[in-house]
């Protein structure tokens, strides 16, 4: 009985491991592998956990999000930089919180994008982006952008 215990500990094992180690290589993404899938959350499940996210990003570098919202877009007029944003509001539809994503595909602003407001969904890795001035912010990266 034991050595069939220690035998199913063992597949078990080899399989959680099998599993982890069968993420998405670096850098790429795959719609198939989705660590947190948002979209299959009640609104204020994903409002939470985009607000546990943007609270607490270590607990997520590196993981694949999948996400829908809102399309947003804006430019920082210091740097000149724009940013993109999948916006979700909670279950009143009162409050908002959004994530920042960068495309995988190289586009040009405005032509490659959705309209303001428009409904996305998008796929990609959760990280970590520090500024110069040390401040950082949670952002999507190779994302892949489902309009």
């Known amino acids: 009985m034991y050595k069939a215990l220690s035998r199913i500990t063992i597949i078990a094992i ?3 491991f099998s599993l982890s180690t069968s993420s998405v290589a670096a850098g790429k993404v795959s719609a198939n592998h989705v660590d947190i899938d948002l979209t299959k ?8 956990m985009v607000f546990q996210m943007v609270t ?11 996400m ?28 908002s919180q959004g994530l ?3 495309t995988a595909k190289v586009r040009r602003y405005p032509n490659d994008y959705p309209d303001e407001g428009a ?11 520090k500024e110069e001035d040390g401040i ?5 990266k190779n994302a892949k952008l489902y309009k």
């Open 41 to 48: 959350m009640s609104s204020t499940m994903v409002y939470s």
């Open 136 to 140: 950082g912010f949670p952002i999507i």
């Open 56 to 66: 607490e990003p270590k607990k997520f570098i590196g993981k694949t999000i999948k």
């Open 68 to 95: 829908k919202g809102v399309f947003s877009s804006y430019q920082d007029e210091e740097t000149g930089r724009r940013f993109f944003g999948c916006v979700i509001k909670d279950a009143l539809a009162c409050c």
């Open 14 to 16: 080899l399989c959680i």
């Open 100 to 102: 920042a994503f960068e």
């Open 119 to 129: 409904s996305i969904t998008i796929v990609g890795t959760f990280e970590f982006e």
